[in-house]
């Protein structure tokens, strides 16, 4: 035999050995399946940065048939709540700054005489945006779904100019729903957990029960044992984002615009750039618990900077530039591209490439390392 | 090898080396600490070998390096004739390793570590099925091949340990302190087992703190401080050392040891 094919020979028993693990191991097997669903159930329905069901006071100066029919459309987007009438600017000022209203729908008293007359009729929505979640997002929301209804309904008395006036217009999520935006950033997340926390741990608890330290008594290669390690996690990985696509469309009918098939090639740099950071972080532990808590230190700024749940135009500076350091960033990018966007290689090779990067470097690190600690 | 030569040997072991292991002037530094110090010795074929020493006296760093896990940083050695420097590989495929935490996985069962170690020793299709029947037997672990390893008291998880490192037939079995939390009844059976493998060629090195044990080995080292202090059958030992027993050779050197500390 051949050391080539000696070497190629040992690799299946390793997998099939962390396969029949994995197997075993129910509460973590439990967890790379349920995770994607209780995550994408909390992200898509509970954690809401969009707003909705505002709670909006009406100064309806118009005092119209169209005028009400305005403002029961709006109310019907379910952006707003209608929570009461005011009679005067001084006082819708008032329901504001107290925190009763939200926002506020003002219909001018010329909005019935300007529609008659075919002239583009104005109506003013105010949004408190001291919230930073509810700002842009709410404010063009709001302006949005109004018009668009409006125009659907007001549209028949008038065949020329639209009669209320569109200035924002969101592209990708019309409907301005925070799940289609979180729903792709939620694989990226989730591949980030499972890549490093659990491959990190798993190979943690090698050297915590002796075990490891059989295998390099082994004529098994420190490439076997890395890949053994690494290469079922990647069918995890690909699982996991399956499943999301296929729970985030039935679910929350999160569009899929691009190719699936350059989603699954391009994902594979974060894919590996993850698993040099798993077996990175497991060069750095004695234990399992070490290798957690070193893992949730890189996960943190991962969910919280690359731009997942904050808009990364939102942050400060220097938050900026740690996002620009997190593989995370790049592949948000890639993932909502693909998905809301639709768009392809050409629109993302510099994320691609930037990726591929982070991959190379942290790969080629950790598996020095990897080869250190091995004796 | 001669043609019709019976052997469950691998083929790659080399019949001209006299001894199964041999060390000249084996040195081992980790930054300012001297682990091991010009350690001398040979091992030969068949022979169980103790190695004796307090905790730190570098018995670990020695079997590491004869594994071929450690690079010396000075001195050479042979195992099985194959250069501890430049021939890891080889000498990982003629050895058989099992330590006090036997190194098996606990959530696979007795069949499947037993399955696992085999495959990584290079052995597959019916070589390994009889292979496999054979220890199953040899060491009474049929009736509990199914059972969760890690539901086994560790008598049991000692014997599939052994038979993990056997798997092969190595020429060379280091055992480190491998009747460590194990009872009495299990220590006998495991010596026995122990001698019925020498007498059928294989190199036993064994580390171990109990001096019952010690004193079944043919030859023992004793190590205290990276040093080789004595070697020879525990009579000459004790007889060096002027102590009736090896228990009161061991408790000296740790005397000396920690004299030296203070």
């Known amino acids: 035999m051949t050391p ?34 209780i995550q994408l159930t909390l992200f898509g329905y509970a954690i809401r940065t969009e707003v909705r069901n505002l709670p909006t006071v009406v100064l309806d100066e118009s005092r119209s048939s169209d005028s009400r029919s305005l403002i029961s459309v709006m109310e019907q987007t ?13 006082e819708v000022r008032d329901w504001i700054e107290s925190g009763r209203a939200r926002a506020a729908i003002v219909i001018p008293p010329d909005f019935q ?5 075919h002239r583009t009729a104005y109506a003013q929505v105010i949004v408190e945006a001291a919230d930073p979640l509810a700002s842009s997002a709410a404010i063009s929301g709001a302006a949005l779904a109004a018009s668009v ?23 990708y999520n019309p409907a301005l729903r925070s799940s289609v935006y979180i729903v792709p950033g939620l694989i990226g997340v989730l591949l980030s957990i499972t890549l490093l926390l659990v491959t990190s741990i798993a190979i943690a608890r090698e050297r915590e029960r002796g075990t490891f330290e059989q295998l390099v008594v082994t004529p098994v290669s420190k490439t076997d044992i890395m890949l053994g390690k690494l290469l079922p996690f990647v069918a995890v990985g690909y699982i996991q984002m399956t499943s999301i696509l296929i729970l985030g469309r039935v679910l929350f009918n999160v569009p ?52 997942f749940m904050f808009p990364l135009d939102a942050m400060p500076r220097v938050a900026q530039w740690i996002s620009y350091a997190l593989p995370l960033t790049y592949y948000l990018k890639i993932l909502r591209g693909i998905l809301l966007k639709g768009v392809g290689i050409n629109a993302l090779w510099h994320e691609t490439l930037i990726l591929i990067g982070f991959a190379t470097a942290l790969i080629v690190v950790s598996v020095k390392r990897f080869s250190k600690t091995v004796t | 090898m001669t043609a019709g030569t019976v052997s469950d040997r691998p083929l790659e072991q080399p019949e001209s080396a006299s001894a199964a292991v041999h060390t000249e002037k084996l040195t081992k530094v980790f930054g300012s600490i001297t682990a091991v110090d010009g350690l001398t010795f040979d091992i030969g074929r068949g022979e169980v070998f103790g190695m004796l020493g307090p905790n730190g006296s570098g018995k670990t760093t020695t079997i590491r390096m004869l594994c071929g896990l450690l690079k010396p940083t000075s001195g050479a050695a042979t195992v099985a004739g194959f250069d501890v420097k430049t021939q890891g590989e080889e000498i990982r495929r003629n050895i058989g390793y099992m330590s006090q935490r036997f190194g098996m996985y606990d959530d ?12 990584l020793y290079g052995l597959g299709g019916d070589k390994k099925r009889k292979r496999m029947d054979e220890l199953l037997d040899t060491q009474g672990l049929r009736p509990w091949s199914g059972q969760l390893v890690g539901t086994l008291s560790g008598g049991w998880k000692q014997r599939i340990s052994l038979a993990c490192a056997i798997a092969h037939h190595p020429a060379i079995l280091f055992l480190d302190e491998p009747t460590a939390g194990v009872d009495p009844a299990a220590r006998r059976r495991f010596w026995d087992m122990v001698y019925e493998l020498a007498s059928g060629g294989t ?14 080995c043919q030859r023992i080292a004793f190590l205290s401080r990276g040093h080789l202090i004595a070697i020879g059958t525990s009579e000459e030992v004790t007889k060096q050392f002027g102590q009736p027993t090896i228990e009161e050779v061991f408790i000296e050197l740790q005397r000396r040891d920690e004299g030296v500390t203070a």
């Not at chain 1, 390793?14 to 509460?27: A, C, H, V, W």
């Not at chain 1, 379910?78 to 001084?90: E, L, M, P, W, Y």
């Not at chain 1, 005489?113 to 007359?117: G, V």
């Not at chain 1, 209804?149 to 592209?171: C, H, K, Q, Y």
């Open chain 1, 4 to 37: 080539s094919s000696w070497r190629r020979s040992l690799l299946w028993p390793m997998l099939r050995k962390e396969f029949i693990q994995m197997r075993r191991d129910r509460l973590t097997f439990a967890l790379l399946i349920g995770i994607p669903v």
């Open chain 1, 256 to 307: 899929i615009r691009g190719s699936v098939l350059l989603l699954y090639v391009l994902s594979l740099g974060f894919i590996v750039a993850n698993l040099g950071a798993g077996l990175l972080v497991s060069t750095l532990v004695e234990t399992q618990l070490q290798a957690m808590q070193l893992s949730v230190f890189f996960l943190l700024p991962n969910i919280l900077l690359s731009g």
């Open chain 2, 108 to 119: 696979m069962t007795v069949f499947e570590n037993l399955d696992f170690y085999s495959s």
């Open chain 2, 203 to 216: 190199t036993i090195l064994v580390t171990t703190h109990y001096m019952d044990e010690a004193a079944r």
């Open chain 1, 149 to 171: 209804r409006v125009n659907a309904i007001l549209d028949p008395r008038s065949t020329r100019s639209p009669p209320v006036e569109v200035r924002v217009r969101p592209w």
């Open chain 1, 78 to 90: 379910q952006n707003f709540r209608i929570a009461g009438q005011a009679h005067s600017r001084d």
């Open chain 1, 113 to 117: 005489r300007d529609l008659k007359r």
